[in-house]
């Protein structure tokens, strides 16, 4: 059974950082390239991040670029979100996702693309 657990959100003030870690269970870790994905109250779910399976491409949403960092570390199975200067507007539940095949340029930012999903951490940024 895949399960994707995150794990780091928080509270904090404008301007904190926070570190999201997303630990992978069932499934070949390195097979899969990774998303970030984020959901604000009575919003849809957006993009925030990918990673490549072999952590060399990454892709950010243009509100996190500069901000953000997406990194993996397969040999413990875990896909981390590095976030800096965060804003108020980063209020959300994180989650992060797998996708086995298929990922590519045009389609990495969409939440159909990805496989499996985790059950999401709470992130809440005070201004």
């Known amino acids: 059974q895949v399960r994707l657990v995150e794990s780091g959100g928080g509270l904090v003030q404008a301007g904190d950082s926070l570190r999201l870690s997303c630990a992978a269970f069932g499934l070949t870790f390195s097979w899969y390239r990774m998303g970030w994905f984020r959901q604000a109250p009575g919003k849809e779910r957006e993009f925030v991040a990918a990673i490549s399976r072999d952590g060399v491409i990454t892709y950010y949403a243009d509100s996190v670029k500069g901000r953000f960092t997406v990194s993996r570390e397969n040999a413990k199975v875990t896909v981390l979100l590095q976030m800096n200067n965060l804003k108020p507007e980063d209020t959300a539940a994180y989650y992060c996702?797998?996708?086995?095949?298929?990922?590519?340029?045009?389609?990495?930012?969409?939440?159909?693309?990805?496989?499996?999903w985790g059950q999401g951490t709470q992130v809440t940024v005070s201004s």
């Open positions: 996702a797998a996708n086995i095949d298929g990922l590519n340029s045009r389609n990495y930012y969409l939440a159909k693309s990805y496989d499996f």
